[in-house]
């Protein structure tokens, strides 16, 4: 009998195919600094292991492949004015990165929940796989954040504004929208997720087709309503036009705003319109700066209070209205790290 608690990351080597599995389904498989560390161990195995020939992304349990990062802990470094956050993405930017580069099939089967952390290490792969229990989201700007790990050139990239939409509310979507959005590939069925990882394994890459599925329609049919309602300049206008709107969505996205950290909001506009043409390194090296940037911001530490440690959903904004967000605030958080301590990424 041994006290040695599960290996929060595990890896494993079955035919063809090296399997990283995300280990703490009690936290819904959220990534912490050490499993960050272990997944790049990992495929830099399987990258110089010439008997694997693909690796396939999993997450413990059946509620989520990853729920984000582990909030609690950068919520802690931000109230003591640390910099582990700062370590933290460094070494997260970088794994985003190296998936997006690798160079081998790299197969994220997002079921479940898949936010904010868990879209960098899946919607970066070369084959992303949804099913019929996925929410995929980058709900940050909820809690006084940014979307990061890329999601300013995911958000960027996904067509009719569908990114800015994601970006400012934070909802969940399910597989149709996921695929729209350009953030996966496939649906298959959740029934047969385990039979295409055995025929992922058994067969290679090539087995991944014949599992496809029909996800349905997506945004209930709304996307041009969504494009022009997002073409606006500013996020004021963008409310406007979704409280003017008699889509099913509008009235529901136009409160998911309004509720979010209005800094947070207006950064992340500015922000996914600067990724437009960027390339996903140069998305990186700038989400560092304005992610260390907000993690010092008082809306950071409110955010997550309100919303995962107290759970009182009451957070109070600094400041409380988008009215009052100053243009050079935003400018500033955009601009340069702040912390003189803190090295620029540098994203190799």
């Given at each position: 009998m041994?006290?040695?608690?599960?290996?929060?990351?595990?890896?494993?080597?079955?035919?063809?195919a090296?399997?990283?599995?995300?280990?703490?389904?009690?936290?819904?498989?959220?990534?912490?600094?050490?499993?960050?560390?272990?997944m790049?161990?990992?495929?830099?195995?399987?990258?110089?292991?010439?008997?694997?020939?693909?690796?396939?992304?999993?997450?413990?349990?059946?509620?989520?492949?990853?729920?984000?990062?582990?909030?609690a802990?950068l919520?802690?470094?931000?109230?003591?004015?640390?910099?582990?956050?700062?370590?933290?993405?460094?070494?997260?930017?970088?794994?985003?990165?190296?998936i997006?580069?690798f160079?081998?099939p790299?197969?994220?089967i997002?079921?479940?929940?898949?936010?904010?952390?868990?879209?960098?290490?899946?919607?970066?792969?070369?084959?992303?796989?949804?099913?019929?229990?996925?929410?995929?989201?980058?709900?940050e700007?909820?809690?006084?954040?940014n979307?990061d790990?890329?999601?300013?050139?995911?958000?960027a990239?996904?067509?009719?504004?569908?990114?800015?939409h994601?970006?400012?509310t934070?909802?969940?979507?399910?597989?149709?929208?996921?695929?729209?959005?350009?953030m996966?590939?496939?649906?298959?069925?959740?029934?047969?997720?385990?039979?295409?990882?055995?025929?992922?394994?058994?067969?290679?890459?090539?087995?991944?087709?014949?599992?496809?599925?029909?996800p349905?329609?997506?945004?209930?049919?709304?996307?041009?309503?969504?494009?022009?309602a997002?073409?606006?300049?500013?996020?004021?206008?963008?409310?406007?036009?979704?409280?003017?709107?008699?889509a099913?969505?509008?009235?529901?996205?136009?409160?998911?705003?309004?509720?979010?950290?209005?800094?947070a909001?207006?950064?992340?506009?500015?922000?996914?319109?600067?990724?437009?043409?960027?390339?996903?390194?140069?998305?990186?090296?700038?989400?560092?700066i304005?992610?260390?940037?907000m993690?010092?911001?008082?809306d950071?530490?409110?955010?997550?209070?309100?919303q995962?440690?107290?759970?009182?959903?009451?957070?109070?904004?600094?400041?409380p209205?988008?009215?009052?967000v100053?243009?050079?605030l935003?400018?500033g958080?955009l601009?340069?790290?702040?912390?003189?301590?803190?090295?620029?990424?540098?994203?190799?």
């Amino acid at each position: 009998m041994t006290n040695e608690a599960a290996p929060e990351v595990l890896v494993e080597r079955r035919g063809k195919a090296g399997i990283i599995t995300l280990n703490r389904p009690r936290a819904l498989n959220a990534l912490n600094y050490p499993m960050v560390l272990e997944m790049d161990r990992a495929l830099k195995g399987f990258r110089e292991d010439d008997g694997v020939e693909l690796v396939i992304l999993r997450g413990a349990g059946e509620r989520a492949l990853c729920a984000g990062g582990d909030i609690a802990e950068l919520y802690r470094d931000a109230k003591e004015g640390g910099r582990e956050g700062a370590q933290f993405w460094r070494d997260e930017y970088q794994l985003n990165h190296d998936i997006a580069s690798f160079p081998k099939p790299y197969v994220a089967i997002m079921h479940g929940i898949v936010l904010g952390g868990g879209i960098g290490v899946s919607a970066h792969g070369s084959h992303r796989v949804v099913t019929d229990s996925t929410r995929v989201g980058m709900p940050e700007t909820g809690i006084g954040f940014n979307p990061d790990v890329g999601g300013s050139f995911l958000l960027a990239n996904a067509p009719h504004n569908l990114g800015i939409h994601l970006g400012l509310t934070g909802v969940h979507v399910g597989a149709a929208e996921a695929i729209a959005a350009g953030m996966a590939d496939v649906y298959v069925p959740e029934a047969r997720i385990e039979e295409l990882v055995e025929a992922l394994a058994t067969d290679g890459i090539g087995a991944l087709q014949g599992f496809a599925g029909d996800p349905g329609e997506a945004f209930g049919g709304e996307v041009e309503v969504i494009e022009a309602a997002y073409a606006h300049d500013t996020v004021e206008e963008i409310l406007a036009a979704l409280d003017a709107s008699d889509a099913a969505f509008a009235a529901d996205a136009a409160k998911r705003i309004r509720r979010n950290s209005p800094v947070a909001v207006k950064v992340t506009l500015e922000y996914i319109r600067n990724a437009e043409g960027k390339t996903l390194k140069e998305a990186l090296e700038e989400e560092f700066i304005v992610s260390n940037n907000m993690h010092s911001y008082p809306d950071f530490v409110e955010g997550v209070r309100a919303q995962i440690i107290h759970k009182d959903r009451n957070p109070q904004w600094t400041p409380p209205t988008l009215a009052d967000v100053e243009k050079q605030l935003v400018e500033g958080i955009l601009g340069e790290l702040q912390a003189t301590d803190i090295e620029p990424l540098t994203i190799t």
